[in-house]
């Protein structure tokens, strides 16, 4: 089993915490901000390949997603690992210039039309999405243990709130040419990068840096680690089907506008809603609801909601009881916080960067499959060849799934005690 060392970064890095967070924060919203303004225009852009075919730009954009995740599976742990080796701010820097040179090629490509650049794009977009998972192991170097639930809270609260202004900044944007989204994007990471460079001190101590190791950096090595501590696998398998079933948003558009007969603007308000919502259940209700019911009921309870809203979108007659779910789907983030401190705290301080890799593993391995479970299965209900046409079956296997991460979650939790 691993034992979490009693210290975290450097002497100086900790009594520069609180500033630490602040600076942290503030680079994961810019990073959201750059990359969530062209959410609005992108499939816009596919079109521009197939001349207004629009099975044929979702062939496209299927066929981007996979390569996204399928990179992003294997530079999630190479990244972590880089990051225990070099430090976090390094690697958070080259994501950052990485992601503005990336959105400035989309500018050029707009302008002259290259499928290669686009898939080029997409597989840099990938590897510099790792800025996220660094910046949790980032939030785990300069936050002590106790307070590791709230910290992550505020992370997903900052990214929950750049996921609402960014498209709608990029929608408006979006509206006066297809290249502008980009060009701003690209001028927030350049940007972002520049603040990090002259404000984000570094969080990893020189003594708690680790040698390369190519045998962890690489999926199948990063997952094996996490089997090293028995509770952390059992937890990580629980968080592995969580984000499986969160992949139910790839069908949420076309369910909506299925069943409900919305549009544009209303899919885009529950977006808003739910990231508006979510993130302020993140930023203010997690820490107050956990010191009180405790990290445990925490996650029980997070898990639960999550399950509850899946079923209840699912069975949901109407647009009211599926907005009701919002609600739920909201609360229920109040167990995210809970799994990443527990599961942080298991870690040893010059391994939270391989940590972090591994799960970012995890989210590659369940975003390359999970779209095809989810749209598939929505594509089976809805067609004429359906036993029976329910509609609703994508999140009901959102909630078969919710269920098992329940399940791991308690066999976690005697585990626990156990130790």
């Known amino acids: 089993m691993s034992h979490p060392l009693p210290g975290g970064p450097n002497p100086s890095a900790r009594r520069a915490r609180p500033a630490g967070l602040t600076f942290i924060l503030i680079t994961i919203w810019i990073d959201v901000l750059s990359w969530g303004v062209t959410l609005p225009v992108y499939p816009r852009v596919i079109q521009t390949f197939t001349k207004g075919d629009v099975g044929q730009a979702a062939a496209i954009m299927g066929a981007l997603t996979t390569l996204f995740f399928g990179v992003q599976l294997f530079a999630a742990p190479v990244l972590g690992a880089l990051s225990d080796r070099y430090g976090r701010r390094p690697v958070i820097l080259a994501a950052s210039l990485g992601l503005s040179v990336d959105l400035f090629a989309m500018v050029g490509m707009m302008f002259r039309p290259t499928l290669w650049v686009l898939v080029v794009t997409r597989i840099v977009h990938a590897v510099t999405a790792a800025i996220g998972p660094m910046a949790m192991a980032y939030i785990a170097d300069i936050t002590p243990e106790e307070g590791r639930t709230r910290a992550f809270g505020r992370y997903l609260a900052i990214f929950n709130t750049g ?244 399940a791991l979650t308690f066999k976690a939790l005697r585990q626990r005690r156990g130790d």
């Not at 109407?318 to 599961?343: E, I, K, Q, R």
């Open 163 to 406: 996921i609402v202004v960014g498209p709608a900044l990029g929608g408006l944007l979006g509206a006066v040419a297809l290249w502008l989204p980009f060009a701003a994007g690209g001028v927030f990471a350049l940007l972002n990068t520049a603040y990090g460079l002259f404000a984000l001190p570094e969080s990893l101590g020189v003594e708690h840096r680790r040698p390369l190791a190519l045998t962890t950096a690489n999926p199948f090595g990063a997952v094996a680690f996490l089997r090293v501590d028995a509770t952390l696998a059992v937890l990580a398998g629980a968080v592995f089907l969580m984000m499986f079933a969160n992949q139910f948003w790839t069908v949420w558009a076309l369910y909506a506008s299925y069943r409900y007969g919305w549009g544009t603007m209303e899919v885009g308000l529950s977006f808003a809603f739910i990231g508006c919502i979510g993130g302020l259940v993140q930023f203010f209700a997690v820490d107050p609801t956990v010191r009180r019911i405790g990290e445990r009921w925490g996650m029980i309870i997070g898990v639960g909601l999550f399950l509850a809203a899946q079923i209840l979108f699912g069975l949901a007659s109407s647009a009211l009881l599926f907005v009701a779910g919002h609600v739920l789907l909201c609360l229920g983030g109040l167990g995210t916080p809970a799994y990443n401190a527990m599961m942080s705290r298991r870690v040893d301080a010059d391994r939270q960067g391989e940590f972090q890799g591994a799960m970012g593993a995890l989210q590659g391995f369940a975003g390359l499959i999970g779209p095809l479970i989810f749209s598939g299965s929505f594509a089976y209900v809805t067609s004429a060849a359906a036993l029976r046409p329910f509609t609703g079956a994508p999140f009901f296997i959102g909630a078969v799934l919710a269920a098992g991460a329940l």
